[in-house]
């Protein structure tokens, strides 16, 4: 079973940075597409970012492409989400997530099967 840990979540003041990692451990990390999400009390999780499995391919929400940026480093099991230029609305709890599956770029939560337990990212204005 892979085994998903992020870090890197924080305070910061709108128009800041942040870089979000995801540790993975379990299985052979660059086997997997990654995809990161976030989610606010009482909303459904919302896709955020996705790469596949050589880091050749990425795809992101509209809400923040042009500010953030997905990675992976796969020597080191990591995925990465470089956020730039917050704003208040990118208040979430950021989850990073792991899928097996074929050669797309999956948007849906429910495509993805293992979880980190995610990181609270607050944007203040």
């Known amino acids: 079973q892979v085994q998903l840990v992020e870090s890197g979540g924080g305070l910061v003041q709108a128009g800041g940075s942040l870089r979000l990692s995801c540790a993975a451990s379990?299985?052979?990390?660059?086997?997997?597409?990654m995809g990161w999400f976030r989610q606010v009390p009482g909303k459904e999780r919302e896709f955020v970012a996705v790469?596949?499995?050589?880091?050749?391919?990425?795809y992101y929400a509209d809400s923040v492409k042009g500010r953030f940026t997905i990675s992976r480093m796969n020597a080191k099991n990591t995925v990465y989400l470089q956020m730039n230029s917050l704003e208040p609305e990118d208040t979430a709890v950021y989850y990073c997530?792991?899928?097996?599956?074929?050669?797309?770029?999956?948007?849906?939560?429910?495509?993805?099967?293992?979880w980190g337990q995610g990181t609270q990212v607050t944007v203040s204005s």
């Open positions: 790469i596949n499995w050589s880091g050749s391919r990425t």
């Open positions: 379990g299985r052979t990390f660059s086997d997997y597409t």
């Open positions: 997530a792991a899928d097996d599956g074929g050669n797309g770029l999956p948007r849906r939560s429910n495509e993805y099967e293992y």
